[in-house]
């Protein structure tokens, strides 16, 4: 059985640029949620879709912003980026109605030169 | 504003050296409290989901339990491969899926 599957692993960016990372979540969930975390620190929730929509949605700017399609996988992309944004980021999928918890992928590290 | 606290914030133990890892907790109704494991660069891996005060879970030499303001992970006679980061988080009792909220996690390092 999958688990979460998350794309690239690693890259690096410049500041300014534009990033796109991805995820297909565990089979039988329908919804995705994305967090932050940084070096030291515990995850941050971005944002969660499910039905195609962003359904809520944490403390972060709106450069962060997001997709998910019809086979439930999403996308996370995140405009201007800034040296602060260098981080693990994090996909989680569940099911819709929750109660379970979250299982995780393995992360994308995002460094931001 | 839902709140996770977890002490210490790093914790060395000896192989067999037995501790407890701790998180406080407020939440405005708590519909789960949830310990994962995450190994440096990787995701964070479930262990346990408690869902009301004095609930107990086992898996291997980790035990979790659960008050109405913290929940402790004890680790019982410890192994070089529990070193790792121990998350604590805790989701609100809320219509839909509401996200966690994590603390910042407990760096636990087992010498052989």
């Known amino acids: 059985d999958a688990g979460v599957t998350q794309s690239p692993t690693h890259l690096i960016k410049t500041r300014g640029q534009q990033v796109t990372l991805r995820c297909s979540p565990k089979?039988?969930?329908?919804?995705v949620s994305w967090y932050q975390q940084a070096l030291g620190q515990g995850p941050q929730f971005i944002f969660q879709?499910?039905?195609?929509?962003?359904?809520q949605r944490g403390n972060f700017p709106d450069r962060f912003s997001g997709h998910q399609f019809p086979n439930y996988s999403s996308e996370l992309n995140v405009n201007a980026l800034l040296l602060g944004d260098s981080a693990l980021y994090l996909c989680?999928?569940?099911?819709?109605?929750?109660?379970?918890?979250?299982?995780f992928g393995s992360g994308t590290r995002l460094t931001v030169v | 504003e839902d709140q996770v606290t977890q002490s210490p914030e790093a914790l060395r133990l000896q192989e067999g050296e037995s501790s407890s890892l701790n998180c406080s907790y407020t939440?405005?109704?708590?519909?789960?409290l949830f310990w994962y494991r995450q190994d440096p660069g990787k995701g964070p891996e479930f262990l346990f989901t408690?869902?009301?005060a004095g609930e107990e879970k086992e898996k291997e030499r980790l035990k979790a339990t659960l008050t109405k303001k913290e929940s402790f992970l004890h680790i019982t006679a410890p192994k070089p491969e529990d070193s790792a980061t121990y998350l604590c988080?805790?989701?609100?009792?809320?219509?839909?899926?509401?996200?966690?909220?994590f603390g910042k996690g407990t760096r636990l390092s087992v010498i052989a």
């Open positions: 989680a999928s569940s099911p819709r109605w929750g109660g379970y918890g979250y299982t």
């Open positions: 089979s039988g969930h329908d919804t």
């Open positions: 879709y499910y039905e195609e929509e962003e359904r």
């Open positions: 939440v405005s109704g708590l519909r789960g």
């Open positions: 408690l869902y009301s």
């Open positions: 988080a805790v989701q609100a009792l809320n219509s839909g899926n509401t996200p966690l909220v």
